[in-house]
């Protein structure tokens, strides 16, 4: 599901670059890179949170805090039970909006997360294949060359 989201967030700034930047050859070159995807999802991410913290609050009279903590514990999996949206008065009868908002906050929400997540081990692993690489490409001989062991210590010194 990160990926799929990933994937449209990129066409999207794909499209904006292309209608700002219509008329400015240099600024019509410039790459979309993952850390502009991330701040994209995470931003929507964020918005997420915000409006269901407002939401909830209103609508169940929760605290801001316990309202945003709900979003928190709700997207990151963990889900406590201690807060439960529209358990009260019936709401599940009464206000089906309500609870259609709640599953579409939920589902959005895990799925906009799950795309930061995907972005960051993405992310995380391009990091340590280019230290692999750059690591194999040193010599054996060049990896030891000048440096000392000092017997009985954990010191290793430079020359």
């Known amino acids: 599901v990160g990926e799929r989201i990933n994937h449209i967030i990129k066409t999207m700034l794909v499209q904006i670059q292309k209608c700002l930047f219509k008329n400015k050859k240099w600024l019509s070159k410039w790459q979309i890179k993952s850390r502009h995807l991330l701040?994209?999802?995470f931003s929507i991410g964020c918005i997420t949170?915000?409006?269901?913290?407002?939401?909830?609050?209103?609508?169940?009279?929760?605290?801001i805090f316990d309202s945003a903590y709900y979003c928190m514990i709700s997207l990151s999996t963990?889900?406590?039970g201690d807060f439960v949206p529209a358990q009260t008065n019936e709401r599940l009868m009464k206000e089906p909006g309500y609870v259609l908002f709640t599953?579409?906050?939920l589902l959005f929400g895990l799925?906009?997360?799950?795309?930061?997540?995907n972005l960051l081990i993405l992310e995380f692993m391009a990091y340590n294949a280019d230290i692999v690489t750059a690591r194999s490409r040193l010599k054996k001989n060049d990896i030891y060359k000048n440096v000392y062991i000092i017997p009985f210590s954990n010191f290793i010194t430079k020359n």
């Open 39 to 41: 701040f994209v999802s």
């Open 49 to 63: 949170i915000a409006v269901a913290t407002g939401v909830f609050h209103k609508q169940e009279s929760w605290s």
């Open 78 to 80: 963990i889900g406590f």
């Open 103 to 105: 599953l579409i906050f």
């Open 111 to 117: 799925a906009i997360f799950s795309a930061c997540i």
